[in-house]
C-alpha cells in the first residue's frame, strides 16, 4: 500500500500561522525563527514527494545571505560610529583654541581681536575698519603697503579716542588701494572653538562670533 499526506497537520497549520503573525510583526526573520520552520518543513514534507536537495541548498543559501548582508551592515553601522568617536577625539584638542574662518564678525576677547586678510595682489594702503554691532566706528586700523597674500591684524580693544571698548562682537570691514584704485579684499577672523560636534559625516566647529563652521572651511588653527 502506497502512503500519502493529503493535507497539512493541523498542529503545523497553527504553528505556521503563529509564525507568519510573528514574521508579519517584526519583518526579520530571524535565524532561529528560519530554523524552527525549515525543521518543520521537513518533519512534515510529503514523504513520496522530497524536498529536493537543490531546493533545500536554495533556501540555506538565501538565508546565509540576508543574513550575512544584515550583519555586514551592522559591522559598517560599528566602523562609521568607531570612526566618528575617533574624529571627535581627535579634534577636540582644538577646543580652547582659535579658528581662523571666513567672515566678517569677529569677537573681542580678553582685550584682543584678531583676523587675516587674503590679498590677491600687492596693496600700496591697506586699511581695517571696526566698527560696533550699532555701526559706530570703534577704529580704523592702517596696515601700509603690503605684498600678495594672506595678511595678519589684531585689534586691542582701543577705540580711536582712547578709550578701552567692552568685549563683544564686532564688525571688520577691509579696502585695498593699489595705484589708486579700491577693492575689497575677503576677510578672515579668528574665533574661539568652544565645542566640536558631527553633522552627518561631517565635522563641525562651534566657533565663537560664526556659530557652527564646517571643519573644512577653517583656514587656520591657532593658540
Request: proline share 2%; no cysteine; aromatic share 6%.
Amino acid at each position: 500500500m502506497t502512503a500519502s499526506i493529503s493535507s497539512i497537520p493541523e498542529n503545523l497549520r497553527s504553528f505556521e500561522s503563529t509564525q507568519q503573525k510573528d514574521i508579519k510583526r517584526t519583518s526579520v526573520l530571524g535565524q532561529e525563527d528560519f530554523l524552527k520552520l525549515l525543521t518543520t518543513q521537513l518533519q512534515h514534507q510529503d514523504p513520496m514527494e522530497p524536498m529536493e536537495n537543490g531546493e533545500f541548498m536554495g533556501q540555506m543559501a538565501q538565508f546565509s545571505t540576508v543574513q550575512g548582508i544584515t550583519e555586514m551592515g551592522e559591522s559598517i553601522d560599528g566602523l562609521v560610529g568607531m570612526y566618528q568617536g575617533q574624529q571627535i577625539s581627535a579634534n577636540a584638542s582644538m577646543i580652547g583654541k582659535k579658528a581662523l574662518v571666513d567672515g566678517n564678525w569677529a569677537q573681542l576677547e580678553g582685550g584682543k581681536l584678531a583676523g587675516a586678510i587674503d590679498l590677491t595682489t600687492a596693496a600700496n594702503d591697506l586699511r581695517i575698519d571696526v566698527k560696533s554691532e550699532t555701526g559706530e566706528l570703534m577704529a580704523s586700523l592702517g596696515l601700509g603697503s603690503k605684498m600678495a597674500g594672506t595678511q595678519e591684524f589684531s585689534w586691542d580693544g582701543i577705540k580711536h579716542d582712547g578709550t578701552t571698548v567692552p568685549e563683544g562682537n564686532y564688525y571688520l570691514s577691509a579696502s585695498a588701494i593699489r595705484d589708486g584704485q579700491a577693492t575689497v579684499p575677503a576677510m578672515q577672523v579668528y574665533g574661539t572653538v568652544n565645542s566640536v560636534q558631527m553633522k552627518g559625516n561631517e565635522v563641525t566647529l562651534n566657533v565663537s562670533g560664526q556659530g557652527n563652521v564646517s571643519f573644512n572651511n577653517v583656514k587656520r588653527i591657532s593658540q
